[in-house]
């Protein structure tokens, strides 16, 4: 059976997140955070995004992109895709790492904006962890 088409978004800033199936953990070292990061900078420069915040917890990741939509899925693509492939063949693993496709929400005006950043730079509080948390921030990751 054929996926429903994903609805058409415009071009700009958006709120992206990507988890990991069935809740299980996306990153299992700093080195796959690291891999991580280091894909999306590669990925930022070949599509041309421009990343305002981001934050990587245990099962998912969150960024705010300025972007066109053309360039968010084929992107997108490129980050998950590839980092499965490199995530599963380090840690000797098959299948599936994402659940499903990544979401996103356009960033509709400035208030919308600053709740989306500092939804996602607070996410590791929420989540309850005390202390610095070095895998979020302002601005491109790395």
Known sequence: MARIPRRVFEDGIHH???????????????????????RYVRTERRREWLCHAWCLMDTHYHFILQTTIAALSAGMHWLNCGYARDFNKRHGRRGHVFDGRFRNWV????????????????????????????????????
């Open 107 to 142: 960033i509709r005006d400035d208030e919308h904006y600053d709740r989306a950043c500092e939804y996602v730079l607070t996410n590791p509080e929420r989540a309850g962890i005390v202390g610095e948390w070095p895998w979020r921030g302002l601005g491109r990751p790395g």
């Open 16 to 38: 992206v997140t990507t988890r990991a199936i069935f809740g299980s953990p996306l990153f299992l070292d700093d080195v796959d955070r690291e891999d991580l990061i280091r």
